[in-house]
């Protein structure tokens, strides 16, 4: 793996910052603008994260859509406009490898909740399996979340994280975010404007733009 596709300690520590500043305000416009902004761009993580649902309830869905989201914007911070939209196939193919690396693990179901992950899975991004891990055992142990609930979000959460790291680094490349691509050349405000007219764009079809 690239160094540049490896979330920064620092990007970690501010995303908590600011998620920490936004909870405290009370900043229901706010939140719903992060709210709309996530589904508008990462439909297939709100998906999955609502996997949990049918089975688990609402608070276990709430958990894993808020642990989804914090996975989203340690990415987001770093890599901005550049971070690919998830897919099901790549969340799917994430979620493969995941399985195959923690049925590596001897005794991973005697292990606390927090530390239910595998070295090949932490290595790849290292800054946020460890906040991860604080923040799961913070919230069992301050019973903000109970061990059923985590001991099911905990899986999805790293599927998430690894499924922004394949399309990152391009292992398994999400859908592109970028701007959008013309067919033609921009056309300048003192070009002449392609409409045929003899006329400076911005003195014809520009003044409408």
């Not at 859509?65 to 914090?70: D, I, K, R, S």
């Not at 001897?106 to 991004?125: S, V």
């Amino acid at each position: 793996m690239g160094s540049e596709a490896v979330i920064s300690k620092a990007d970690v520590e501010a995303t908590i910052a600011s998620f920490t500043k936004l909870d405290a305000s009370g900043d229901k416009r706010a939140m719903n603008k992060l709210a709309r902004r996530l589904g508008k761009e990462q439909p297939a993580l709100l998906q999955f994260a609502a996997a949990t649902r049918p089975e688990h309830g609402e608070t276990t869905w709430e958990a894993a859509v808020f642990y989804g989201t914090l996975v989203w914007a340690m990415f987001d911070r770093a890599r901005g406009k550049r971070l690919p939209r998830l897919t099901e196939t790549n969340i799917a193919a994430a979620g493969t490898l995941v399985d195959e690396e923690l049925g590596k693990v001897e005794g991973l179901a005697e292990r606390p909740i927090h530390e239910r992950t595998a070295a090949a899975l932490e290595e790849g991004q290292p800054h946020i399996y460890a906040k991860l891990k604080e923040l799961i055992e913070e919230d069992v142990r301050e019973a903000a979340m109970t061990s059923e609930c985590a001991s099911v979000i905990f899986r999805p959460t790293q599927v998430i994280v690894e499924a922004f790291d394949a399309a990152v680094e391009g292992r398994r490349p999400g859908e592109h975010m970028g701007p959008v691509v013309r067919e033609q050349p921009k056309v300048g405000r003192n070009d002449p404007c392609p409409c045929g007219s003899g006329h400076k764009f911005k003195k014809c079809h520009g003044l409408a733009a």
